[in-house]
């Protein structure tokens, strides 16, 4: 049986070391390599690899952000890659999943794969070392994105949350409205808020999200309700229950 | 009194000191009279005196003498003019106090015209000492707030040297990043096998890298060709490892070459450039080093086309880089960071060019 493999690095030369490496493993074939989170994201979800090499930083969506983006629970084996990160580090020690650290030598990477090949032999996923476990581990040292990924039509964008004006409950997404547009996003109100930089982001309704620097007034509406103006000429409202985090302001 | 902390126990101390001297000078002149009594009547004189010489403290403190230079001159003489009077008054009380005491013998009671009659006496011989001791007391003042200045300055130096060393400090620390450190490694393995003379070549420039970093030179100011060196090697290492996505431009005029520049100033600025301008972008991006001068600077830009400066939020890298540069040119630089979302960032050093130990093109 042979499995199929991921290479994700924006390195090229740290790619061609790895598949360099695996022409050693004839069980391995080498499905594609991804130079960026994103087409990471996109690889996963259209050649459903067997396994995963995947570093962890990379431009604008990193490795975590990509475990992120297809879930802990879809996302196949993963064999986690970085040069140097202590948060990481961390996570992973906590719940003892193998990481290669670079530059590493031979012998580690086949030890690494040998582990890794024992996981991908699981027959169901509550065998394996807990990917959504070591991602909750890592939030907990990092809690806050800079990126959103959302889905448009078959292919994903990265949504910086500077640009995010304000959120929208919208069923069982949410919509995130950026200036002149919007895109949907499969997650919860509360999900989201936790991932928000809270210097930034409030939320000011059961079902409204802000960006603070998208503000432009607030006045006092009906029933102690207040009205939230934003730039861009959005009326919201900031319910009664939740004016106490504005407290300085009002 | 802000900088005198008032030590008042030796004030007094010294004042009843000069009493107990003066009672064995009068002994010295007078052996019949009473120990006892010319002790208390001089006791009695100096403590008003020290009392008296509180004005002077207040007029001091209060107007303290800055400089040894004519524009002082009110200064000057409102300290000449009070101690003059101070030391009148004092001499005229101390003169009462002398009669009181010696009265105690006689049998008539002390009447004015004997007051009148001995004064002028009194003054002739005791006034001129008398002024002594008040500008003792000013200068005695003055002497002490000197000193403490002193001491704050040299508080404050020693503060400057320090931030000046963590400075330097965090400065080597970021040359030695380990991710970069590690990446770099991690790309001699690959390299290895496909291209040995590539290996070989990033070996070397990484031992370049590694040797500049390691032997910093102590002093702050090196030359704009030894900073460029390095700042070559490192980016010719990020070159090989970002392959095509990053680009690199330098306009340096080889005129510039030897000016001085504070060591690894550029390196952070440049560190942060990649960063925001590259390894954030999957498409990569441009770099580009420049120099340039006028009349009274040299003029070092670092510009990027990534993301764009944000106002506010300046990492451990720029701030660094702002506060070495304010303790080594004191604000005769300046550091301009410019940036505009989605067209990246430009930094602007402009440097002094008449810094002492300057090279000369």
Redesign the interface.
């Known amino acids: 049986m042979s499995l199929r493999a991921l290479v994700v690095d924006?390195?090229?030369?740290?790619r061609?070391?790895i598949r360099?490496l695996l022409r050693r493993a004839t069980d391995i074939e080498v499905a594609g390599e991804c130079?960026?989170g994103?087409?990471a994201v996109q690889a996963i979800e259209d050649l459903k690899p067997d396994l995963v090499f995947l570093d962890i930083?990379m431009?604008?969506l990193d490795g975590f952000g990509v475990v992120e983006a297809v879930g802990p629970n879809e996302m196949p084996p993963t064999l986690f890659i970085t040069?140097?990160?202590q948060h990481a580090l961390k996570a992973f020690e906590v719940h003892a999943l193998d990481y290669l650290?670079?530059?590493?030598s031979p012998e580690r990477f086949h030890q690494a794969l040998d582990r890794a090949r024992r996981w991908c032999g699981q027959k169901s996923a509550e065998q394996g070392p807990s990917l959504e476990a070591v991602l909750a581990g890592f939030r907990q040292e990092k809690p806050w994105v800079d990126r959103l990924l959302v889905r448009q039509g078959d292919r994903h964008i990265l949504v910086r949350t500077?640009v995010l004006q304000w959120v929208e409950a919208e069923d069982n997404y949410v919509r995130l409205h950026v200036e002149g547009t919007s895109h949907l996003l499969r997650q919860t109100m509360t999900g989201l808020l936790a991932r928000l930089d809270p210097a930034q982001f409030r939320r000011i309704h059961r079902s409204a999200i802000v960006n603070l620097d998208c503000i432009k007034e607030i006045q006092p509406w009906t029933g102690g309700d207040h009205l939230v103006i934003m730039r861009d000429g959005t009326r919201l409202t900031l319910s009664r229950t939740l004016r106490e985090q504005f407290g300085d302001w009002l | 009194m802000e900088l005198i902390r008032p030590k008042w126990g030796w004030y007094w101390g010294i004042w009843t000191l000069m009493g107990f001297y003066m009672a064995t000078w009068d002994l010295a002149v007078y052996p019949s009279a009473s120990i006892l009594r010319l002790l208390a009547m001089n006791l009695v004189q100096n403590w008003i005196w020290g009392f008296l010489g509180l004005f002077l403290l207040w007029l001091a403190n209060r107007w303290p003498i800055e400089a040894f230079t004519w524009s002082q001159w009110r200064v000057w003489s409102l300290h000449l003019v009070a101690s003059i009077a101070v030391a009148a008054l004092g001499l005229f009380l101390a003169y009462v106090v002398s009669l009181l005491v010696q009265s105690a013998d006689w049998k008539e009671p002390l009447t004015l015209t004997m007051l009148i009659k001995g004064l002028p006496r009194f003054y002739r011989s005791y006034f001129h000492t008398n002024l002594l001791f008040m500008w003792a007391v000013v200068a005695v003042f003055h002497g002490l707030r000197i000193y403490r200045k002193y001491k704050a300055r040299e508080v404050e130096a020693a503060r400057l040297e320090t931030r000046f060393a963590e400075a330097q400090n965090l400065a080597l620390r970021m040359q030695l990043q380990p991710h970069f450190l590690f990446n770099t490694l991690n790309s001699i393995s690959a390299l290895v096998h496909s291209n040995p003379e590539g290996a070989d070549e990033m070996i070397s420039r990484l031992g370049n890298f590694l040797r500049t970093t390691l032997d910093a030179p102590s002093e702050q100011l090196v030359t704009l060709r030894r900073e460029l060196a390095f700042i070559q090697d490192y980016l010719a290492i990020e070159q090989v490892r970002f392959g095509d996505r990053l680009q690199v431009e330098t306009q340096i005029p080889a005129e510039l070459m030897e000016f001085r520049v504070p060591n690894f100033i550029l390196q952070p600025l440049v560190e942060n450039a990649l960063q925001h301008g590259l390894a954030d972008r999957p498409q990569g991006g441009l770099l580009r080093l420049r120099a340039s001068r006028d009349s009274e600077a040299l003029i070092l830009e670092v510009q990027d086309d990534g993301e764009g400066f944000v106002p506010g939020r300046e990492g451990v890298g720029l701030a660094n880089v702002r506060a070495r540069l304010g303790l080594i040119y004191k604000g005769r630089h300046r550091m301009d960071i410019l940036g505009a979302p989605g067209h990246g960032t430009l930094v602007t050093l402009r440097l002094p060019l008449d810094l002492p130990g300057e090279g000369h093109a």
């Open positions: 924006d390195e090229s030369l740290a061609q070391r360099h130079a960026n994103l087409e930083q431009p604008e040069a140097y990160d650290l670079k530059p590493f500077a």
